[in-house]
Nanobody, 123 residues
Framework: QVQLVESGGGLVQAGGSLRLSCAAS????????MGWFRQAPGKEREVVAA????????YYLDSVKGRFTISRDNAKNTVYLQMNSLKLEDTAVYYC????????????????WGQGTQVTVSS
């Protein structure tokens, strides 16, 4: 079992930046690939970014490439999502998730989820 707690969400103007953090506890963090997902009202949950257990490989949703950066610090049991140049369409609840094995862009392949943090981008 691993417990995940997100933080760092909030209200930001378009073009601004936020940094999300996800702190993990319970098991060896480095056993888990991590993903950030988001879900907007009336829309399906979608992957935003994912990172391998070592941090050596990453994946990004096309619409966030060049604006978002996923990273992890295994010594701190934390994964981050740096979000720059935020757009109105980035508004959603953002979740971090963990799975043993390789990272994946499919939400159903993740076993553990945080409670989510709201990101609202205003014009």
């Amino acid at each position: 079992q691993v417990q995940l707690v997100e933080s760092g969400g909030g209200l930001v103007q378009a073009g601004g930046s936020l940094r999300l953090s996800c702190a993990a506890s319970g098991h060896t963090f480095s056993r888990y690939a991590m993903g950030w997902f988001r879900q907007a009202p009336g829309k399906e949950r979608e992957v935003v970014a994912a990172i391998s257990r070592t941090g050596g490989s990453t994946y990004y949703l096309d619409s966030v490439k060049g604006r978002f950066t996923i990273s992890r610090d295994n010594a701190k049991n934390t994964v981050y999502l740096q979000m720059n140049s935020l757009k109105l369409e980035d508004t959603a609840v953002y979740y971090c998730a963990a799975r043993e094995g390789p990272y994946s862009s499919r939400f159903y392949q993740y076993d553990y989820w945080g409670q989510g943090t709201q990101v609202t981008v205003s014009s």
